[in-house]
């Protein structure tokens, strides 16, 4: 390099390093901070009630749980044999026709006891159905189709699939750097010893192609990772969330989560299954979800709930739907099985 253009690179290093200090001052200033980690805390006695999976990236663990999240009253929940949380305190025959429900958390009733999860109410309420929980904390739609995917591989057809959403959903459809962050948190930095445990799982998600998607999967070793200094620096937290804020317009979670819903539409077409999507969250987002939904030509059930209220949910340690909220959602779709079901009957 010659003595010119070395003097040029020293001068645009010396002036980098002076001027970061005074940019993050600047940014302090303006009330810009370093990241900071959400307090989250999920326990569970006998620990791991969630294990990895392959290709779901996390399942449920058989086995009786005492779960509590944050400082939130502590729950009960039972998985069964089949990795679902219960929905009968006993096996049901395997002759009865079946009901599925999927969803996430709220599907399996994180927060509330067996008994008062919706899934649990509608097993009570349809004794001649066997109702069948396949939610699971964490899942997105993309899990759901690939549970369905898999029962019906195994010669399970159930005569009703109800795909229970959430707004955020379309985001773990996606696997948006907001939602690989939150699974960084809740998970790969809970501790360790859950940190090794998860290796093994591989976590699915949708890739946009044109007007179609295909499925791929990530590891949990990259799902997520904080830029060098970002929990120390304003300026890197600012300049990473800047880099995912361009990574989201990418990826687009709105039009790839409607490919999905289409293609479950058309797994149940085939199978000659009734399939609804119901939507459990009241907000904005959600009801342009929902008729988005209804102008493809699919089945709604609108049963959304402000969740941001002490009515329905366990806050302020816990935002999930609480067991009034869990009534409230098994008497809606308690409403449409009654009408439903008799033309199934026929």
Request: some cysteine; hydrophobic content about 35%.
């Amino acid at each position: 390099m010659k003595k010119g253009e070395k003097k040029k690179v020293l001068y645009y290093i010396y002036l980098l390093l002076l001027l970061a200090p005074c940019l993050e001052i600047a940014l302090r200033i303006l009330q810009y901070e370093p990241y900071r980690q959400v307090n989250f805390l999920i326990k569970s006695s006998p620990s791991h009630c969630l294990i990895p999976h392959p290709y779901l990236g996390f399942a449920l663990n058989p086995g009786s749980f005492e779960v509590q999240i944050n400082q939130a009253k502590p729950y009960q929940v039972r998985h069964g044999s089949d990795s679902l949380r219960i929905t009968h305190p006993s096996p049901l025959p395997d002759s009865l026709p079946e009901i599925f429900l999927l969803g996430c958390s709220y599907t399996y009733g994180m927060g509330v006891n067996d008994e008062d999860s919706f899934p649990y109410l509608l097993q009570e309420a349809f004794p001649t159905y066997r109702v069948k929980n396949f939610g699971v904390p964490g899942f997105g739609s993309v899990q759901s189709y690939l549970q369905l995917k898999a029962e019906l591989k195994k010669g399970n057809r159930p005569k009703i699939v109800i795909l229970n959403l959430v707004d955020f959903h379309l985001d773990r459809n996606v696997l948006t750097p907001e939602y690989r962050k939150n699974l960084h948190m809740g998970f790969a930095r809970s501790s360790e010893e859950i940190k090794s445990q998860m290796k093994p799982g591989r976590i699915p998600f949708i890739q946009l192609k044109d007007t179609e998607f295909n499925l791929a999967w990530e590891s949990w070793d990259s799902v997520y990772q904080n830029w060098r200094g970002r929990e120390n620096l304003a300026s890197v937290n600012l300049f990473q969330s800047i880099a995912e804020k361009w990574e989201l317009e990418k990826i687009k979670p709105m039009e790839s989560s409607l490919l999905l819903f289409k293609a479950f539409q058309t797994l149940c077409e085939k199978h000659d299954i009734i399939f609804c999507i119901s939507n459990l969250r009241e907000n904005k987002k959600s009801e342009e979800l929902l008729e988005a939904i209804k102008g493809i030509g699919i089945d709604t059930l609108d049963m959304g709930l402000n969740l941001s209220s002490e009515d329905f949910s366990s806050l302020p340690e816990d935002s999930h739907p609480n067991s009034s909220a869990h009534r409230h959602y098994f008497k809606r779709i308690s409403v449409y099985l009654r009408n439903i079901l008799p033309k199934i009957d026929q």
